[in-house]
C-alpha cells in the first residue's frame, strides 16, 4: 500500500507542476486595445515647449515628432536639435483613455505618460516618474499639431 500511495502523491505532484508552467507560460504580450479615443490623437504632434518651474521654455534640443494614426498605430521621430533631420525613433501601437496615453513600441516597452491638456492643437505630456525625486523629473512637454499641408491643385479649364 505505501508504494501506491506514494506514486499516486508523485503523480498528483506531477500534474500539479505541468499545470503551474501551463499556467505560467500562457502569459500574453501586452497589445494595444483600440479605444475610441484614437482618432482625436490622429495627427503628426510636434515637441515645441518644456515647462519648467512652471515657465514654458521653447525647446531647443531633443525634439521628438509624433505620428498617430486613427487605426491606433503610431511613428515617432527624433533629432538633438533644428539644425538635424528627423530619424526614425520608432513604432508601435497605442491607446489613449484620457488621461492616459499608451504607447507600446513594437520593440517591447510600454510608456504610459499622463496628458493633463488635450486640445486639438496642443498636448501637455507628464511623464510621472513617481520613483525619481521631483528636481530629477523631466519637465512637462507641449506637443503642437502640425498642419497638413495641400499640395498644388489643378485649377478648372
Known amino acids: 500500500m505505501k508504494q501506491s500511495s ?3 502523491v508523485r503523480i498528483i505532484l506531477w500534474l500539479t507542476l505541468c499545470i503551474f ?3 505560467a507560460c500562457d502569459t500574453k504580450t501586452a497589445s494595444v486595445s483600440k479605444t475610441d479615443n484614437a ?4 495627427g503628426t504632434w510636434v515637441l515645441q515647449t518644456r515647462i519648467a518651474e512652471g ?3 521653447p525647446a531647443t534640443q531633443r525634439f521628438l515628432k509624433l505620428t498617430f494614426n486613427s487605426d491606433g498605430s503610431f ?3 527624433y533629432r538633438g536639435d533644428d539644425t538635424q533631420k528627423w530619424i526614425r525613433a520608432g513604432q508601435g501601437g497605442f491607446s489613449y483613455t ?3 496615453l499608451n504607447l507600446y513600441w513594437e520593440t517591447g516597452p510600454i510608456l504610459t505618460v499622463l496628458v493633463s491638456e488635450a486640445g486639438p492643437e496642443r498636448l501637455v505630456i507628464h511623464h510621472g ?3 525619481v525625486p521631483l528636481k530629477d523629473q523631466e519637465p512637462d512637454e507641449i506637443f503642437v499639431r502640425q498642419k497638413v499641408e495641400k499640395g498644388p491643385t489643378r485649377s478648372q479649364s
Not at 482618432?39 to 490622429?42: F, K, N, R
Open 6 to 8: 506514494i506514486s499516486a
Open 21 to 23: 508552467f501551463v499556467a
Open 98 to 100: 484620457p488621461p492616459y
Open 39 to 42: 482618432p482625436v490623437l490622429a
Open 75 to 77: 511613428r515617432a521621430g
Open 55 to 57: 515657465v514654458e521654455s
Open 129 to 131: 516618474r513617481n520613483l
